[in-house]
């Protein structure tokens, strides 16, 4: 069979075909490393025309990559091993100075004699894919390169981000110092405005103090003195008194400049406390102040006085509101109820104009104001007390008819073991 | 009918209630006071011969408002006002609105005592205005 397939003059011309137009160098050495055979492919590869290698050296033909082929080709002849994908690099002639890459596959053709007689080379020129694999391992370093540029750059910028986060606290603090300043200074700003209400406050148990003294001194001046309704007359003063003196208290307390005093303190109590502040204002405006207390309200953690500030900022900003109606008059809702199990909520309603939506969200921006004559600050004020505490503080309003401010203080944190 | 005169007392704190009624009642004065403005509209039959001492600010329907239902009535009693607010706006405006005397709290007992007597002079010169309009 193989003697005719030898002979197949058909088989021939497919293997001459092959070796011709095969998209691959191939040629035969001899055992001096001459050219016998080469197809056009390799010729086009080396940069020479066939005539040129016939017969003639590796070294003759390709000058600068013999050092690496020859040796190779001397150890297919010593070994009768073939070679796989052996690569060389180097100068050809078809590319004059140009380094280029080739992939070579050598294997022995060997007599019957069984001595390797011929090598059989097959050849790829692996210029482009090594090129590609350069480029792509250099932009692979280049990138490294920069990502640890970019590293650095990240090391300095968190740098930076630290001092600068330093910096802010520095300045948080310095603000929250501002904040109780200003804090001071709007509640006397406020108590100026609340003169006329607090003097209203304490003219009361004054007139009735001294209405009683001179109903005494009259009694006294009869010629049998009622000394039971004199000590009637002198249990009513000292009453009057102590509640003037409860006026005062509160008044002191919110003059006071302290900083933030975390006591442990009742929602609900707070805010009965500032009504006494208010009550005349109210009285003023014909706006009635219901205030409904949760049952088992749990204490919250705050400094007292500026919880009351914003409580009473509250109350006045409603009763401002009410003023504005033409109805003369309305009703302040308070309620105080647990915020889940987190804080306790004071919401204040009112039944003023409300707040329209494209203003509501403003509210809380300094120097942003529906009063006339108004600053501004008082809600913002306000925020920054609740911030200052970990609470929030929000605004729901539907005009024409009432706005809603609720704010949230978080539960006393249980003491760590 | 020569009846006593009536002092009406209409405020809305209860230590100065008490202490204005007992005053006026060592000074053998007839008191009947009221908490509100509204509570003294709906029940009090008002007598002929008295005043009625007015607080401003009350819950309700205030103490202008107040005077200035009364002013709609044929038969008011003259008002003396009495006030922890020495605004001298509404002070202006009260007085000209007819009341006899405004009065700051803490006031003194003998101002309240004068005013009361000077309201008791206005409110026998009106009853008998009005009875000789009547008769004539």
């Known amino acids: 069979m193989s003697q005719d397939k030898k002979h197949d003059p058909s088989e021939a011309l497919e293997l001459a075909h092959l070796y011709e137009r095969a998209p691959i160098g191939l040629c035969v050495t001899d055992r001096d490393h001459r050219y016998v055979r080469i197809n056009q492919q390799l010729c086009d590869i080396n940069g020479q025309p066939m005539e040129k290698h016939m017969g003639r050296t590796v070294h003759e033909v390709l000058p600068h990559l013999a050092d690496q082929i020859v040796p190779m080709?001397?150890?297919?002849?010593?070994?009768?091993?073939?070679?796989?994908?052996?690569?060389?690099?180097g100068e050809t002639l078809s590319y004059p100075g140009e380094e280029r890459f080739f992939l070579g596959t050598h294997f022995p053709l060997i007599s019957k004699a069984g001595e390797v007689q011929y090598v059989h080379t097959m050849v790829r020129d692996i210029t482009d894919q090594r090129r590609a694999e350069i480029a792509l391992r250099e932009s692979n370093e280049w990138l490294e390169e920069r990502v640890s540029v970019r590293t650095e750059e990240l090391v300095r910028l968190s740098e930076q981000l630290e001092a600068e986060a330093a910096k802010?606290?520095?300045?948080?603090?310095?603000a929250s110092r501002n904040h109780a300043q200003l804090a001071h200074v709007s509640r006397v700003r406020s108590m100026g405005e609340l003169a006329a209400s607090?003097?209203?406050?304490?003219?009361?148990?004054?007139?009735?103090?001294?209405?009683?003294?001179?109903?005494?001194?009259?009694?006294?001046?009869?010629?049998?003195?009622?000394?039971?309704?004199?000590?009637?007359?002198?249990?009513?003063?000292?009453?009057?008194?102590?509640?003037?003196?409860q006026v005062i208290r509160q008044l002191r307390a919110l003059l006071q400049k302290d900083p933030v005093a975390q006591e442990t303190v009742r929602l609900d109590e707070l805010v009965s406390g500032v009504l006494p502040l208010v009550r005349s204002d109210a009285l003023g405006a014909n706006v009635r102040i219901n205030v409904k207390s949760a049952p088992n309200l749990p204490p919250v953690e705050a400094d007292p006085v500026q919880v009351q500030q914003v409580v009473m900022n509250l109350l006045m900003n409603a009763i401002d509101a009410i003023r504005r109606l033409e109805s003369k008059g309305g009703d302040i809702e308070v309620e105080i109820s647990h915020a889940g199990k987190d804080g306790v909520l004071v919401t204040v309603g009112d039944n003023g104009p409300g707040i329209p939506a494209k203003e509501i969200s403003e509210v809380f921006k300094p120097f942003v104001t529906t009063k006339r004559g108004g600053m501004g600050m008082g809600l913002t004020i306000c925020k920054s007390i609740l911030d200052a505490h970990g609470g929030t503080i929000s605004v729901e309003s539907s005009v024409p008819r009432g706005c809603r401010f609720s704010f949230v203080l978080p539960l006393k944190q249980p003491a760590a073991p | 009918m020569n009846t006593a005169p009536q002092v009406y007392l209409i405020d809305d704190d209860a230590s100065v209630r008490k202490s204005v009624t007992r005053l006026l009642r060592i000074a053998a004065y007839q008191v009947e006071a009221y908490?509100?403005?509204?509570?003294?509209?709906?029940?009090?039959r008002m007598a002929e011969h008295g005043c009625i001492v007015l607080?401003?600010?009350?819950?309700?329907?205030s103490g202008e408002g107040l005077q200035d239902r009364l002013r709609t009535m044929k038969e008011a009693l003259p008002v003396i006002i009495i006030t922890g607010h020495g605004d001298v706006q509404?002070?202006?405006?009260?007085?000209?609105?007819?009341?006899?005397?405004?009065?700051?709290?803490?006031?003194?007992?003998?101002?309240?005592?004068?005013?009361?007597?000077?309201a008791f002079v206005r409110n026998r010169r009106e009853v008998r205005e009005r009875s000789e309009r009547n008769g004539s």
């Open chain 1, 168 to 174: 802010r606290v520095r300045a948080q603090e310095e």
């Open chain 2, 35 to 44: 908490s509100s403005a509204d509570e003294f509209l709906e029940t009090c």
């Open chain 2, 55 to 61: 607080d401003l600010r009350m819950p309700g329907l």
């Open chain 1, 198 to 245: 607090i003097s209203h406050e304490l003219n009361q148990p004054l007139a009735a103090i001294l209405t009683n003294a001179q109903a005494a001194l009259r009694l006294m001046g009869r010629e049998k003195p009622d000394l039971k309704e004199i000590r009637e007359i002198l249990e009513d003063i000292a009453a009057d008194d102590k509640r003037a003196g």
């Open chain 1, 73 to 89: 080709f001397q150890n297919v002849i010593d070994t009768a091993e073939p070679v796989l994908d052996y690569e060389v690099r």
């Open chain 2, 90 to 118: 509404i002070r202006d405006s009260m007085i000209k609105k007819g009341a006899v005397a405004f009065l700051t709290k803490p006031f003194d007992d003998q101002e309240l005592l004068d005013a009361i007597e000077a």
